[in-house]
């Protein structure tokens, strides 16, 4: 077989974000769009990846099979040794961690667009993951892009399609492609981590009856197999459980919007439903509903850290927590109970990755549904329901009665996210610099009746290898360890999204019942009065509030 180099040109703007590169279906499949970001990320890695192993796999989504033959294709002129393929071109985001690190696997490449919907109008996206299993650092994503900007030929190896369907070997070139389970090695480490017996006699607890919504993205396989397979939950606990390419034409969020049909399950009384849990696109987010009960992700995380003993993996102890900095400080508060360390970092879970690696921390998450610990170096939705699982099956009590008594215990981060989509860029950018100007008069400032205690753009030196992130998000802290957090999305693909996160700490739990929006209304009014988003962006509310 021949390895053919076929001359290209630079495409503009193949800078990845937060978590890789990610834009419309049609703009992936231009011809050389994706091969020249192949090629980047290739160009970047050192010889030595000749003989090495490479894992990749997506969320199978629209264009995940064509983009994996050209994957493969290229992985051959490389030089891998070995390319590990999840079968159906199928691996969820953490699964992928899991299988990079168990095979020891130079690298991984995982094409996922996340929770972004799928489909030929929807999004695809693709990320390359370093040896560790987590996402590759700023340095090394720069550097691709950097690439991406004078790239001018690409390297692909003369070979047919492998065939995806069939557990097995093949060749092409000199490389070997072998198509692996996408479930058994994730499966049998979750197996390591919880107490399995103790959850699967939960399960069979008559009056203990819970649903999966694995909203026809990647989890549901995964999700079958240890549920319904190893924990011997009935049939029937994971709906929308076959991966589609156009996720159903959902939207693979699992928030109380996109998730709205399990919310309303758990809701009905009628339902018999005690615990309901979802996944996103790929399969690192979560959400944990109970009856008639929506966890925050940021108090999920504290919750999790504040019942870790549960859990047989963490019942030594947690070295440390760490959360992203617009997720609510509900965490600091069990750390300092637990006096163990909590790390600030900036969003996104690469950063996490360093922590993990140093044995910094055990457990970590964002307010933005992920949360996940050291056995991988990404999210992990599934994870995060085996754990809640775990707890449930040791505390025999109710999710909602866990977090209420978790409030009267720490009191309560009231929480929210409002999300302005789709504004103008230059809008946006207007309106970071006359806030960032205006950062420092606010400390002192009485606004909308609460004292600013301090005001900041967020920086983050990363304390074990130095690097150093700046501008990731505006903080302004009020007083009694309330917060406001102002910040750009890196994940979108149309315009730009502001992000406002809202949080107020209520210690007194006579007001822990109060409506969310309603405890937050002064701090919308004076995140107006700061950022005068309204009078930029033209928006007058929000998209999106989760
Ligand atoms: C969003 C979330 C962030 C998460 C990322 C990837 O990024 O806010 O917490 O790490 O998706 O799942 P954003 O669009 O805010 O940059
Ligand atoms: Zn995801």
Redesign the pocket.
Known sequence: MRVVTVCTKPFAGQKP???GLRKKVKVFSQPGYLENFVQSIFDNLPNEVKGKTLVLGGDGRYFNDTAIQIILRMAAATGFGRVLVGRGGILSTPAASAVIRKHAAFGGIILSA?HNPGGPAGDFGIKYNLANGGPANETFTEAVYQRTQSINRYSCVEAPDVDLGALGETTIGITTVQVIDPVADYAELQETLFDFDRIAALLARPGFRMRFDAMHAVTGPYAQAILEGRLGAPAGTVVNAIPLPDFGGGHPDPNPVYAADLVTALADPHSGLSFGAASDGDG??NMIVGRDFIVSPSDSLAVLAANHACVPAYSGGLAGVAR?MPTSCAVDRVARSLGIPCFETP???KFFGSLLDAGKVTLCG???A?TGSNHVREKDGLWAVLFWLNILAARNEPVAEIVREHWRKFGRNVYSRHDYEGIETAKADRLFAELRGKLPELPGAEISGMRVEAADDFAYTDPVDGSRSEKQGVRVLLQGGSRVVF?L????TEGA?L?VYLERYVADAALHDVPTQTALAPLVELAEKIANITAITGRNAPDVIS
């Open positions: 974000g937060t978590s996340s690192d987010r992203s969003t996104g879970w964002e307010e933005s992920g910040r999305s890196g994940t979108g999204t992000r």
